[in-house]
Nanobody, 120 residues
Framework: QVQLVESGGGLVQAGGSLRLSCAFS????????MAWFRQGPGKGRELVAA???????YYESSLKGRFTISRDNAKNTLYLQMSSLKPDDTAVYHC??????????????WGQGTQVTVSS
């Protein structure tokens, strides 16, 4: 049973930075594509960034240059480094793991999410 636990969210001022972490357990992380999604207040779920099991990377175009996704398979952990944060980045951020998912939305496993709030 794959389990994903996010951490690192919180309250930050606009222009600040945060690093989110996602701890993976229950299977072999290297077999999975991994991604970060977010859902802001009154908004739909959005794919933020993805890192495939073979190293391909995707970013939502408006976030490229501010957000960096990385994974450390030896530590069973996925990261999202966020910088130059804006109030529009306020959302619950979810980690996801899937087989052959990459930039699709049909990830099979989801974490509970971590709240990121950016104040102006």
């Amino acid at each position: 049973q794959v389990q994903l636990v996010e951490s690192g969210g919180g309250l930050v001022q606009a222009g600040g930075s945060l690093r989110l972490s996602c701890a993976f357990s229950g299977s072999t992380i290297s077999e999975f594509d991994m991604a970060w999604f977010r859902q802001g207040p009154g908004k739909g779920r959005e794919l933020v960034a993805a890192r495939s099991r073979v190293g391909a990377t995707y970013y939502e175009s408006s976030l490229k240059g501010r957000f960096t996704i990385s994974r450390d398979n030896a530590k069973n952990t996925l990261y999202l480094q966020m910088s130059s944060l804006k109030p529009d980045d306020t959302a619950v951020y979810h980690c996801a793991a899937g087989i052959d998912s990459f930039v699709r939305s049909d990830y099979q496993h989801w974490g509970q999410g971590t709240q990121v709030t950016v104040s102006s």
